[in-house]
């Protein structure tokens, strides 16, 4: 049985199935979101919500990854002190076969085009 300290640190996600594309593109249409999950799709790997320098507040940050992880954009699980973020790849292209990349794709050509990435 699992100790109530350790299972108050579970974060809840959406099972595959309840994953929806308009969550997806509603979590994807924000600049700060978008950043996280590029940077994420660019790192392959689990990243702290400690790695990421967004120009806004801790808490609108915090906002951010709910965002992110209630839509099932992301996976986000306590390591230590240490909360860790992961694309879940694998889902979303089981789920909707290309659209991560595209997305990703766009975004890289426009970050390009605005000079910004």
Request: aromatic share 4%; hydrophobic share 40%; glycine share 10%.
């Amino acid at each position: 049985m699992t100790s109530p300290a350790v299972s108050s640190r579970a974060l809840p996600h959406p099972e595959r199935g309840e994953i929806r594309l308009e969550g997806i593109l509603h979590a994807l249409s924000d600049p700060m979101r978008l950043q996280i999950v590029r940077e994420l799709a660019a790192v392959g790997d689990e990243l702290s919500c400690s790695h990421f320098d967004l120009p806004v507040t801790k808490s609108t940050t915090t906002h951010h990854f709910r965002v992110l992880r209630e839509s099932g954009v992301i996976r986000q699980v306590y390591r230590g002190t240490a909360k860790m973020n992961g694309l879940r790849r694998d889902d979303l292209d089981d789920l909707f076969p290309g659209l991560l990349d595209a997305l990703l794709g766009a975004a890289g050509r426009q970050a390009v085009r605005l000079g910004s990435g």
